[in-house]
């Protein structure tokens, strides 16, 4: 290109790409057809004349985020920078609940119905939460209270319910109880049969993912020793919100689900969008059980998880788009 060229190639790629003018109106204003403009446009790229950066927050893997979402038919796929001094034994790091607060914040819209599911990545997310359109919130799952400072469901539902500025139902009772006779008595309490009754309504569902293991299962924490064995016996390798999947994403143990306070899986499969947040090496084979359930549609995690996602072989999962549990059932 001559000079002339490079200084006409120049004006129009500022017209183009810094002023945002259309090539019809550039064409217009130099006097020439709007295919020129296309072919100099192309021609300032291949000369490295302009050239395109597109930069995200450091914090957010671009890359990777891109790559699971279409490996997992994902709708939305996050994948934040895991910290420098992450173990193998850490939990989910708070900066995923950070990111899942401003994931909520695009996905949510006014009269929405949230629900938020037991878990210490949701906690962090609801006090993350800093602005929200007005919706209701509505707690999926029992409480957790292990005499620990890991509680917080109750005050997560109404955390996210004062930003929103809507309205909060919270479920006051044990996750896991004893027997589905004393379940099935709970459920019929005025304040819960009300939270149940939103569960078919709700639009945008947060949820936790764990690993069956101690510390990293909230219901692998809360069952006996003996009843741990069963599960595992039957294949246990991750669960979500009381419920338990193998490597395949297929249910197991559906009769757990009759002792706990939860919302169902036919339920949450009907929810237009659920997004789970999970992380860390430690978790990355139970969070991809739960993708292949198809009860997932978008995902907050780390690098450290989605190393080992996409680093799996074999025949690609069930899309989460398609919602098809793998079951059949």
């Known amino acids: 290109m001559g000079p002339a060229e490079l200084v006409q190639a120049a004006a129009m790629a500022r017209r183009f790409y810094l002023e945002g003018k259309s090539k019809i109106q550039i064409a217009e204003e130099f006097g020439v057809s ?7 446009l192309e021609t300032a790229l291949e000369r490295d004349l302009v050239r395109i950066e597109i930069r995200v927050p450091s914090e957010l893997d671009a890359e990777r985020s ?28 708070e900066n995923l609940g950070e990111v899942a607060a401003d ?16 878990g210490r ?8 939460l800093h602005q929200l359109p007005p919706c209701t919130v509505v707690q999926l799952t029992g409480v957790y209270d292990a005499g620990t ?37 709970l459920r019929g309490q005025t304040g819960i049969s009300r939270a149940f009754e939103y569960f078919d309504k709700v639009t945008v569902a947060c949820v936790s993912i764990g690993s069956w293991e101690p510390g990293v299962s909230t219901v692998y924490d809360m069952l006996s ?25 297929r249910r197991i143990g ?25 992380g860390g090496r430690r978790k990355a084979a139970a969070i991809g059980a739960v ?14 998880a989605a190393d080992h996602l996409l680093l799996e072989t074999g025949p690609g999962p069930r899309p989460a788009l398609d919602r098809a549990d793998p079951d059949g059932r």
């Open 291 to 304: 993708l292949r359930s198809g009860l997932v549609t978008s995902l907050v995690t780390d690098t450290a």
């Open 103 to 118: 994931l909520l914040g695009e996905l949510v819209a006014e009269g929405d119905v949230l629900g938020l599911a037991w």
């Open 254 to 278: 559906r009769d757990l689900g009759e002792r706990c306070i939860t919302v169902e899986a036919d339920r949450l499969r009907r929810i237009p969008e659920v997004v789970a947040i999970a």
């Open 121 to 128: 990545s949701t906690i962090h997310m609801a006090a993350a």
């Open 34 to 40: 709007r295919f020129k403009v296309a072919r100099v």
């Open 149 to 185: 400072a890991d509680r917080g469901s109750v005050e997560a539902v109404r955390r996210a319910a004062d930003v929103s500025g809507g309205e909060a139902h919270p479920i006051y009772a044990p996750m896991l109880l004893p027997d589905s006779a004393t379940a099935a008595a």
């Open 66 to 93: 891109d790559a699971l979402r279409a490996r997992y038919g994902l709708r939305h796929a996050v994948v934040v920078e895991s910290p420098a001094d992450a173990t193998e034994d850490a939990a989910d790091p």
């Open 225 to 249: 020793e003996e009843e741990r064995e069963h599960y595992a016996s039957l294949g246990a390798a991750a669960e979500m919100s009381a419920h338990l999947f193998d490597a395949e994403g």
